[in-house]
């Protein structure tokens, strides 16, 4: 890399570093968002998915199968202009023409959230799945309530076991934000495509961006291990 | 979180657990098919039968880990109420069940002690989330009884860390430091190696004679033999005999008990 690329990605006057900090950091910001926001999601939809009841279980299987099978990019899509054209509609009728719609940002979270949320539905249920019915029993033989139960036993226990599925869906929730790129959010690849353009050095950006992704999904996948290792001394050996 | 009411004294001798006509059902099999048993206060009571008699299912009836299917079922002196729903008996009261539960403890054979919490954690789980007691009076009774079982220089490890019979120690420990009136036992020794056997066996000797109301289901008939006040013989779902140890024992009171205890190698 020479000095003159070098000042491209820099801080300087004439240099992109500051705007492509800011889009890294509104990447991070809509992972985290994406992420948590499907957490819940998944918490739910595993919960629809082992409750006893038929119609319960056949909408978190519905929830699963649909947000799993569609390519992320149309889900994407048809939450940028469905919900455009839902709110345009809605605006009509209570009264106030043109055209409306709702902030990227927002949309793009909810639509990565809706996917990754049905694939932590899977990691949860599975997760919930290997708790040993005897730690649940013993907790009930002695007297704890359903919320106690739930609150004391297993959730953290479920947590432990969803945490390496976890750390997977979170790097890639983290990479399926490029995808609100294309509708208009300067996260760090549409950040990056400017820079490109306007400096013609496209090889120099793209590479920067795919560095700072790798740094962003490492740090973050050695704080997960670092938790999942800490956790793991009580299931030990 | 209001403290359950803990320790009203009861009566010498009074009725802690009274089961009548109690039935289980599993589809088409009857497991249990109208057991009548009384406990009372300071009772040791083994039950004894061959595997697939109905002993775990019994046990299980009365903290309602099972809810029987008919019957009536007393326990602390309170009628567990059921309520009925598409044919099926369901707990009516849930807060009723969980306040009866935690005054009556429980052993299983596979120890289930909570593998995410150490063992001083595992003891102090119930005392603090279940009866609200205050997290140093509950540590320092905690310590007191791990030292009791033996387990005290244990008391940061975590189960995986422990052989079978140290968890089975801390199983107890969990099980008494809530103070229960009643403690119950799932064949607490059966999952153990040989060698493990003794060092929970000593332990529950030394609760039985605190006078502590227990009641045993086990397959160590020299145990039973020495440690009951009461000896309760299952077969099928029903009490084929009961009466105290020595009667039992010395044979000829019931000859399907007889041919139960022959195959054992000869007990003591
Ligand atoms: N959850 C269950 N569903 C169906 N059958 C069961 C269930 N639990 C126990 N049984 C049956 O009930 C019978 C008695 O079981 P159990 O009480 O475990 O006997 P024991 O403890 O004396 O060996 C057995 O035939 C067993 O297969
Ligand atoms: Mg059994």
Redesign the interface.
């Given at each position: 890399m020479n000095t003159q690329s070098l000042a491209l990605v820099g801080f300087g006057p004439d240099g992109w570093g500051k705007l492509l900090l800011l889009a890294a950091g509104l990447t991070l910001a809509a992972a985290v968002c994406s992420f948590a926001l499907g957490s819940l999601l998944g918490t739910v939809g595993a919960a629809l998915k082992l409750a006893p009841n038929h119609a319960l279980r056949w909408i978190g299987t519905f929830y699963t199968t649909l947000f799993r099978g569609i390519p992320e990019i149309l889900v994407v899509y048809l939450f940028y202009f469905g919900g455009s054209l839902a709110l345009t509609h809605l605006m009509h009728l209570a009264g106030f023409p043109g055209f409306f719609s709702l902030p990227s940002f927002v949309i793009g979270v909810v639509a990565i959230a809706l996917v990754s949320g049905a694939y932590q539905t899977e990691a949860f249920r599975s997760a919930y799945c290997r708790l040993?019915r005897?730690?649940i029993?013993?907790?009930?033989?002695?007297?704890?309530?359903?919320t106690?139960l739930l609150r004391?036993?297993i959730a953290?226990?479920t947590l432990?076991f969803a945490l390496p599925a976890l750390g997977n869906i979170w790097q890639s929730v983290l990479k399926e934000t490029a995808l609100l790129s294309i509708i208009g959010l300067v996260e760090l690849l549409r950040q990056s495509t400017i820079a490109s353009g306007a400096t013609r050095q496209p090889l120099l950006f793209y590479g920067v961006a795919a560095l700072v992704y790798l740094i962003m999904g490492q740090t973050t996948a050695l704080g997960i291990r670092a938790v999942e290792k800490r956790?793991s001394?009580?299931?030990?050996? | 979180m209001e403290p359950f009411p803990q320790e009203t004294a009861p009566l010498p001798g009074a009725t802690v657990i009274k089961a009548v006509g109690l039935t289980k059902r599993y589809g088409v099999l009857d497991v249990l098919q109208g057991i009548d048993l009384e406990a009372h206060e300071g009772e040791v009571i083994s039950i004894l039968g061959a595997s697939g008699s109905g002993k775990s299912t019994f046990l299980r009836c009365l903290n309602l880990l099972e809810v029987p299917s008919g019957g009536a079922l007393n326990i602390l002196g309170e009628d567990i109420r059921f309520r009925l729903k598409r044919g099926e008996q369901h707990i009516a009261d849930a807060r009723q069940v969980n306040r009866l539960r935690s005054q009556v403890g429980m052993v299983f054979q596979n120890f289930c002690l909570w593998s995410h919490r150490t063992v001083l954690q595992n003891v102090m789980e119930g005392p603090i989330h279940v009866q609200g007691r205050n997290r140093y009076e509950v540590r320092d009774e905690a310590e007191k009884t791990l030292a009791r079982v033996g387990m005290l220089n244990r008391a940061e490890y975590y189960p995986s860390q422990l052989s079978g019979g140290q968890q089975q120690r801390v199983a107890i420990a969990r099980a008494i430091v809530m103070r229960p009136r009643v403690l119950l036992f799932d064949e607490p020794t059966s999952a153990l190696d040989p060698e493990l056997v003794g060092e929970v066996l000593k332990v529950m000797r030394d609760l039985a004679s605190e006078g502590r109301t227990m009641l045993i289901v086990t397959h160590e008939m020299a145990f039973a033999r020495d440690v009951s006040s009461r000896i309760v013989f299952l077969e099928k779902g029903t009490v084929r005999a009961q009466g105290s140890p020595q009667d039992l024992f010395k044979g000829g009171m019931d000859e399907s008990f007889d041919r139960f205890i022959s195959h054992f190698s000869r007990p003591g």
């Amino acid at each position: 890399m020479n000095t003159q690329s070098l000042a491209l990605v820099g801080f300087g006057p004439d240099g992109w570093g500051k705007l492509l900090l800011l889009a890294a950091g509104l990447t991070l910001a809509a992972a985290v968002c994406s992420f948590a926001l499907g957490s819940l999601l998944g918490t739910v939809g595993a919960a629809l998915k082992l409750a006893p009841n038929h119609a319960l279980r056949w909408i978190g299987t519905f929830y699963t199968t649909l947000f799993r099978g569609i390519p992320e990019i149309l889900v994407v899509y048809l939450f940028y202009f469905g919900g455009s054209l839902a709110l345009t509609h809605l605006m009509h009728l209570a009264g106030f023409p043109g055209f409306f719609s709702l902030p990227s940002f927002v949309i793009g979270v909810v639509a990565i959230a809706l996917v990754s949320g049905a694939y932590q539905t899977e990691a949860f249920r599975s997760a919930y799945c290997r708790l040993e019915r005897g730690q649940i029993e013993a907790g009930k033989a002695c007297g704890m309530s359903s919320t106690v139960l739930l609150r004391r036993i297993i959730a953290p226990q479920t947590l432990r076991f969803a945490l390496p599925a976890l750390g997977n869906i979170w790097q890639s929730v983290l990479k399926e934000t490029a995808l609100l790129s294309i509708i208009g959010l300067v996260e760090l690849l549409r950040q990056s495509t400017i820079a490109s353009g306007a400096t013609r050095q496209p090889l120099l950006f793209y590479g920067v961006a795919a560095l700072v992704y790798l740094i962003m999904g490492q740090t973050t996948a050695l704080g997960i291990r670092a938790v999942e290792k800490r956790f793991s001394r009580c299931w030990g050996r | 979180m209001e403290p359950f009411p803990q320790e009203t004294a009861p009566l010498p001798g009074a009725t802690v657990i009274k089961a009548v006509g109690l039935t289980k059902r599993y589809g088409v099999l009857d497991v249990l098919q109208g057991i009548d048993l009384e406990a009372h206060e300071g009772e040791v009571i083994s039950i004894l039968g061959a595997s697939g008699s109905g002993k775990s299912t019994f046990l299980r009836c009365l903290n309602l880990l099972e809810v029987p299917s008919g019957g009536a079922l007393n326990i602390l002196g309170e009628d567990i109420r059921f309520r009925l729903k598409r044919g099926e008996q369901h707990i009516a009261d849930a807060r009723q069940v969980n306040r009866l539960r935690s005054q009556v403890g429980m052993v299983f054979q596979n120890f289930c002690l909570w593998s995410h919490r150490t063992v001083l954690q595992n003891v102090m789980e119930g005392p603090i989330h279940v009866q609200g007691r205050n997290r140093y009076e509950v540590r320092d009774e905690a310590e007191k009884t791990l030292a009791r079982v033996g387990m005290l220089n244990r008391a940061e490890y975590y189960p995986s860390q422990l052989s079978g019979g140290q968890q089975q120690r801390v199983a107890i420990a969990r099980a008494i430091v809530m103070r229960p009136r009643v403690l119950l036992f799932d064949e607490p020794t059966s999952a153990l190696d040989p060698e493990l056997v003794g060092e929970v066996l000593k332990v529950m000797r030394d609760l039985a004679s605190e006078g502590r109301t227990m009641l045993i289901v086990t397959h160590e008939m020299a145990f039973a033999r020495d440690v009951s006040s009461r000896i309760v013989f299952l077969e099928k779902g029903t009490v084929r005999a009961q009466g105290s140890p020595q009667d039992l024992f010395k044979g000829g009171m019931d000859e399907s008990f007889d041919r139960f205890i022959s195959h054992f190698s000869r007990p003591g």
